[in-house]
């Protein structure tokens, strides 16, 4: 059964660090593995989509990689700024069918001023 | 541009009661879902449908039904309430199965007592 870990639960940095985020999961047989932020009381949004034969993907500050034979996937953000200040999961996708995402339980990042 | 709306945004039911959950999607989406998040827990798929007419269970279908009726639509009922059903209840949509990433509604948080 394919289980996703997010590492620190928790984090807090002051503004203008960089910061990298950090997913595993247990079986390298994924589709595509994606990022979300999540604000309090919100739902989900999807930052960035790496499918199974990419290595990164980028959007503005956020750089995400992926390393399927290690099961490990990084979500780096350059130059924080308090706005980031949100909960990021983390979730993969097993097949190209319509089946669900199994998500992480999340990193919970916290951008002093 | 109003992507995923869901209805309530709060509800508080007494146990044995029931409700419907509502979603509609403006996007045109084939496929859609229903996942609820606990607390400090990562989301997980209670139903979902890739077309109008077609469901089908998740990982934690119990205690829940779905319909599909209308491409837009896909309502989810709780016929007993139970108090382990105190949860934040997400529906989603894509476009298709693939490397297509689900939009989120903002959720649906609902108390059990």
């Known amino acids: 059964k394919q289980e996703v870990t997010q590492i620190p639960a928790a984090l807090s940095v002051p503004e203008g660090e960089n910061l990298v985020l950090n997913c595993s999961f247990t079986?390298?047989?994924?589709?595509?593995l994606q990022w979300f932020r999540q604000d309090p009381g919100k739902g989900l949004t999807s930052l960035l989509l790496i499918q199974s034969s990419q290595r990164e993907q980028t959007s503005g500050r956020l750089n995400a990689s992926l390393d399927k034979s290690s099961g490990r996937s990084t979500l780096y953000i350059a130059a924080s700024q308090p706005g980031d200040s949100a909960t990021y999961l983390c979730?993969?996708?097993?097949?190209?069918?319509?089946?669900?995402?199994?998500f992480g339980k999340g990193t919970t990042l916290s951008v002093s001023s | 541009n109003a992507g995923v709306t869901q209805t309530p945004k709060f509800r508080i039911l007494k146990i044995g009661q029931s409700m419907t959950l509502q979603c509609t999607q403006d996007?045109?989406?084939?496929?859609m879902y229903w996942y609820r998040q606990d607390p400090g827990m990562g989301l997980k798929l209670i139903y979902y449908?890739?077309?109008?007419?077609?469901?089908d269970k998740g990982e934690v279908p119990n205690g829940y039904n779905v319909s599909r009726s209308t491409t837009e639509d896909f309502p989810l009922r709780l016929e007993l309430a139970a108090p382990s059903q105190t949860s934040v209840y997400f529906c989603?949509?894509?476009?298709?199965?693939?490397?297509?990433?689900?939009?989120f509604g903002d959720g649906t948080r609902l108390s059990i007592l």
């Open positions: 989603a949509s894509s476009p298709g199965g693939g490397n297509q990433p689900q939009h």
């Open positions: 079986d390298s047989a994924i589709y595509n």
């Open positions: 449908s890739v077309g109008a007419g077609i469901t």
């Open positions: 979730a993969v996708k097993a097949n190209q069918a319509g089946t669900a995402l199994i």
């Open positions: 996007m045109n989406h084939n496929y």
